[in-house]
Nanobody
Framework: QVQLQESGPGLVKPSQTLSLTCTVSGGSITSGYYYWNWIRQPPRMGLAWMGATSSTGSTFYGPSLKSRTPISRDTSKNQFTLQLSYVTPEDTAVYYC????????????????WGQGTQVTVSS
């Protein structure tokens, strides 16, 4: 059973960089043909795909966030990380990491394993 767990700060000040890590257990992020995704859900809004890293280490980004969201991975720790720079209150959301077979999914059903999500609030 694959499990994902997000970790990171719950509160970030505007203009700072948000760093979130997803730790994966029960399966390697380098195995198979999967995408390891970051998705967020702002308050009262739907899911928004942010970006992903593939099992081979390629990275993919949503067009509106590409310059702000480097995604990296540490295969020795079986983790992948999102860094969102120059955050604003509009970046307040629940952030999820998830595994899927496709990119840019906007439905829960587009992914087969999810983390529980972590609330991030951007406020001074």
């Amino acid at each position: 059973q694959v499990q994902l767990q997000e970790s990171g700060p719950g509160l970030v000040k505007p203009s700072q960089t948000l760093s979130l890590t997803c730790t994966v257990s029960g399966g390697s992020i380098t195995s198979g043909y999967y995408y390891w995704n970051w998705i967020r859900q702002p308050p009262r809004m739907g899911l928004a795909w942010m970006g992903a890293t593939s099992s081979t280490g390629s990275t993919f980004y949503g067009p509106s966030l590409k310059s702000r969201t480097p995604i990296s991975r540490d295969t020795s720790k079986n983790q992948f990380t999102l860094q969102l720079s120059y955050v604003t209150p509009e970046d307040t959301a629940v952030y999820y990491c998830a595994r899927g077979h496709r990119l840019r999914g906007s439905q829960w059903s587009d992914y087969d394993y999810w983390g529980q999500g972590t609330q991030v609030t951007v406020s001074s």
